[in-house]
Structures are given as structure tokens and as C-alpha cells.
């Protein structure tokens, strides 16, 4: 079973999909996707479903989503070819014979039972933290690589289109954070590597689409002064300046502050490798 969660919601056993069209189905199918192989309880799908307000009849109306979604599986099992297009997803243990085996009921909730290496959100963990380790130990390009395969995995905002509640919600926020720290450590080693050209276009969109993000705003300033165009890092950063102070109140903090005024004299350090803000401007 592949399930897929970085992007519009998806699920499929071989070619089949069992995603269910109605909206409460949908987020069942989601909450205990995101928990491949864990028990979810009845009480956070109910707080899921219906929040604070319940209705009496919330566990025989959750059952009723529960079977709905084993009556797709089952119709995947009757159906499926095996047809794996991501190495790294295990098909259904062989015990798996029967959509109860797929979709359990355990003492107090449901359980999804296939590997959690199954979702596109547990692979894109598991490669951005090898990145991230492969940086810590000094292996930029391999670090970056990794890094690259896991935003790759990337189809859009998580869940897309599926409405969360209060649980959904802090998965999807938790998710997101992820996403930008790999966001912020790809770039950085691309910085590291040289490779400010390559990324400029990336860094110019994103810092569009976060007009507060101070950190992906250096990285740009710095991209666009090595690439010869130090007017428009410094525009950059004034347009920074300009929205901090007028919806927050803020100042730009002093580490980009320092690379503002680097760029305006032309520091030599800001030509070498290095990271949004280089070392030896950071150590001064």
C-alpha cells in the first residue's frame, strides 16, 4: 500500500485507489495514514471529526467510515496486480489477506497496519534527516542530495485537499516546519557548493511566497550579490526592512543586518563559499 500525504491526499493498493470521496471518510483515511502502524484512538478521531461537539451517535458514525474505507480496500485487494513504482514501499505483509488485516480494530482504536515507510511523509523524514546528519558531518554534496530527493517528494501543500481539524492540523503545521528547515539547509549547502546561480530562481519564489522568512531573504541577498547584481541584493533587503517594520514593528535582526552592510562595502568574504551569513563576518 502507497500512501501519500505531501500534497492532495492519496492512497492506493497496486493501481487501485482507495481514497473515499466524502469529506469525513477522507480525513479518517489521513489521520490514521499519518500514524502507519501506530494505534489511533476512537477519542482523537472523534476530536478530528467533530471537535468539541459530538454527536451521540460520533463511534457507530465512525464505524461506519471505518467500513466504508475496508469495502475500498477490499475492492483494491480482489484487484490487485502487484506494480510498485517506489522502491522503497513494502507491499502488504503476506498475513494481510483481507481489508480487517489492512484497517484492524485494536483495544481503543484503529490501526492502519502496512509500513510506515509506506507514506511520502515518513520517506521525506528519513531523507531529510540523513541529509541533515550528512551536513553536520561535513558532507555538503552528499547532505545536499539528500535533501534535494526529500523536497522532491513535495506535491503540494500537505493534505491539500482535505479539510483538517484540530489533530490534522498540528500534523500539517509540524510537516510544513519540516519542509522549511530542509528548505533552509538545501540552500544553504548549495551556497556552500558554489552553486548560487542554480538556486537563484528557487530562493527568488520562496522568499516571494514568505515575504517575512528573514532566513531564505538572506540566503537570497547573498545568492544575488555573488552573482554580480548587489543592487538588487540590497533592494531585496529594503524591501525586507520595509515589511518587517510595517506589519510587525520590527527591525531585521542584527545577523541581517551585518549582511546588508557587508554587501554595501563589498566584503571579499561574502565571494566565498559559505552560508547565508559567512563565519568570518559572523565571528567579528
Known sequence: MEIALLGPLGARIGQSSVVPSAAK?????????????????????????????????????????????????AHALDSDVPSWSVPEVAPLPAQAVGPRDVLRRVPGGYLLDVPAASTDAARFERLATAGRHALEAGMVAEGCALLVRALRLWRGPVLADVEPGFVLRSEVLRLDELRMAAFEERFD????????????????????????????????????????????????????????????????????????????????????????????????
Open 189 to 284: 549547502a548549495e551556497l556552500r557548493l558554489g552553486r548560487h546561480r542554480a538556486v537563484l530562481g528557487e530562493l527568488a519564489s520562496l522568499a516571494s511566497r514568505f515575504p517575512l522568512h528573514e532566513t531564505l531573504h538572506a540566503q537570497l541577498i547573498l545568492a544575488l550579490h555573488r552573482c554580480g547584481r548587489s543592487w538588487q541584493a540590497l533592494e531585496t533587503f529594503r524591501t525586507l526592512h520595509r515589511t518587517l517594520v510595517d506589519e510587525m514593528g520590527l527591525e531585521p535582526s542584527p545577523r541581517l543586518q551585518e549582511l546588508h552592510a557587508a554587501v554595501l562595502r563589498g566584503d571579499p568574504a561574502l565571494e566565498s563559499g559559505g552560508t547565508s551569513l559567512p563565519r568570518p563576518l559572523a565571528a567579528r
Open 25 to 73: 471518510p477522507r480525513k479518517v483515511l489521513a489521520l490514521l495514514g499519518l500514524d502507519c502502524g501506530r494505534p489511533v484512538s476512537v477519542s482523537v478521531l472523534v476530536d478530528e471529526l467533530w471537535g468539541d461537539r459530538p454527536p451521540r451517535s460520533a463511534e457507530a458514525t465512525l464505524h461506519t467510515y471505518v467500513k466504508q474505507l475496508r469495502r475500498l480496500i
